[in-house]
């Protein structure tokens, strides 16, 4: 009788799932909920198969897949892993790393993991058993925390509260059971190490893939530098950043994210600094899905185009890629979209003030921390930042000259009108405060790839910082990019405006 009730039971699901792959395929709304399907299995390229293949998922596309849609971590490598009596076993280790941000700089002096900053990512499945063998490299201690997860308290990685330091040259061995599923991340416990870019994503997919079914899974891991000027080393005790990253690379070298029109799109944040990031789509609407808590219920799920990422958080938006076009998605701070400011750069003066706004102060009096002196006297008055303590003197800082008029206009082609007009500045340009601000910088050749083909001419002058493109293609252009990959091609080679300058 039991074994005749398992019977009906297996058939009941059976058809459950099929209906449901059925009303996907044929474009029948779905509730978003967490659905019961196949069980996934890890990517092939991991090397680890389980021993009776579940049954296929059909997938709104049609596609047709044996578990969960990997996650995609543009400029980030997976850690692979071997398989040992069941258990899944990672290695790390902790590295001194040189990171380039972006092509024409030389490399940055970062730490990370497995020679990467940030690390490779970290891919498993719910109920997986994993065992994590880490490695110091490092000239210090360290200890990795696996943040978002629930796991023994042995396992929890805080040097001194928790276990002993791993010691430069020495090893570790982390070892639990995943129960839960959804973006989480591992990061060094040692603050000073995580400001110099210890951290990695750790993405747990459910045992039954959710619903709506997303096409594209992404991974973006958001950091911020403080680097000064002619300097290569982070400085980890800074309050003002100048350089700021998406997996390790600052736009315009960010790789864009490369979807089909028509697909459902999941974009996982995650964020260790010391800022704040408002990551903001353009064109989209999406909907808030999950945190580094895990997935939301579809009754919670908010709609927007603006996420809050706050620092050691995570955030899940999902959305249908219907509008075909490059859209920019990047983090809304204006400081966040500009690479290696300092404070002056460009001409700056106060309207009334004989010398202008002092500049360049020390960052305990730019953050209202005078030492002597009257409180209302000029020398604690307002200056303008905290500077990034580049020991720059403190003077004022009055209009410069004008600047010359650009370079000859960039012929137009079918992405816009004509010809793009570019006009002198007025006659009495120096005496308008604060001229000039902005500056438009075209550097598509520098940053060429298979990926920013077909974009429009000059479209790296807009993207600079916590900046990357979201491109909603048409299928014939997501193949053509495709092939072009598969050949190792850059995009100036058959797109003749893909190096525009």
């Not at 578990?67 to 071997?82: C, E, M, Q, S, W």
Request: net charge negative; aromatic share 6%; with cysteine.
């Amino acid at each position: 009788m039991s074994a005749s009730r398992r019977q009906f039971l297996r058939g009941g699901v059976a058809t459950a799932a099929g209906l449901v792959a059925a009303r996907a395929a044929l474009g029948a709304p779905q509730q978003p909920e967490h659905q019961h399907q196949a069980p996934p299995v890890p990517p092939a390229s991991q090397g680890a198969q389980p021993a009776a293949p579940p049954a296929p998922v059909v997938e709104p596309a049609g596609e047709r897949r044996t578990g969960f849609v990997p996650v995609a971590t543009p400029d980030l490598a997976k850690l692979p892993y071997r398989l040992e009596d069941g258990v899944k076993v990672f290695h790390l280790t902790c590295d001194v790393v040189r990171q380039s941000f972006v092509p024409w700089r030389e490399p940055f002096n970062t730490w990370g993991y497995n020679g990467s900053t940030p690390g490779p990512a970290i891919e498993v499945v719910e109920g997986d058993r994993v065992r994590l063998v880490v490695e110091n490299r490092l000239p210090e201690e360290t200890g990795i925390h696996w943040h978002g997860l629930e796991v023994p308290l042995a396992m929890d990685g805080v040097p001194g509260l928790i276990q002993d330091p791993i010691a430069p040259g020495g090893s570790y061995t982390y070892e639990f059971t995943l129960h839960q599923h959804g973006t989480f991340f591992y990061h060094s416990h040692m603050p000073m190490q995580e400001m110099m870019g210890m951290i990695g994503l750790f993405i747990v997919h459910p045992r039954r893939p959710y619903a709506p079914l997303c096409q594209r899974d992404f991974g973006l891991i958001l950091q911020e530098w403080a680097i000064l000027p002619n300097n290569q080393t982070p400085n980890t005790l800074a309050m003002e950043f100048n350089w700021l990253t998406i997996n390790g690379k600052a736009g315009p070298a960010t790789t864009p994210l490369l979807v089909k029109r028509g697909e459902r799109v999941r974009l996982r944040f995650v964020n260790l600094g010391m800022d704040h990031h408002p990551m903001h789509l353009h064109g989209n609407t999406w909907r808030v899905t999950g945190t580094e808590g895990g997935r939301i219920p579809a009754s919670a799920w908010i709609p927007g185009n603006t996420v809050l990422v706050g620092v050691a958080q995570a955030r899940d938006v999902e959305f249908e890629a219907e509008r075909p076009g490059d859209w920019m998605l990047h983090c809304h701070l204006p400081h966040h979209m500009m690479n290696h400011m300092a404070s002056m750069v460009g001409p700056l003066s106060e309207p009334g003030a004989p010398g202008g706004t002092p500049v360049g102060l020390a960052m305990e009096r730019g953050m209202g921390m005078p030492h002597g002196g009257h409180a209302l006297s000029s020398e604690n008055g307002p200056s303008l930042g905290r500077t990034l303590g580049s020991g720059e003197a403190e003077r004022s800082a009055a209009n410069g000259a004008a600047l010359a008029p650009p370079g000859p206009a960039v012929a137009g082609h079918a992405a816009h009108a004509g010809p793009m007009q570019f006009h002198p500045p007025p006659p009495d340009a120096r005496r308008v405060p604060g001229y000039p601000q902005d500056m438009f910088m075209v550097m598509d050749r520098e940053v060429a790839k298979p990926e920013t083909h077909g974009m429009r001419p000059t479209w790296t002058a807009s993207m600079m910082g916590m900046m990357t493109a979201v491109r909603v293609l048409e299928p014939e252009m997501y193949d053509r990019i495709q092939e072009l990959k598969a050949a190792g091609a850059a995009p100036s080679a058959e797109h003749p405006h893909g190096g525009a300058r």
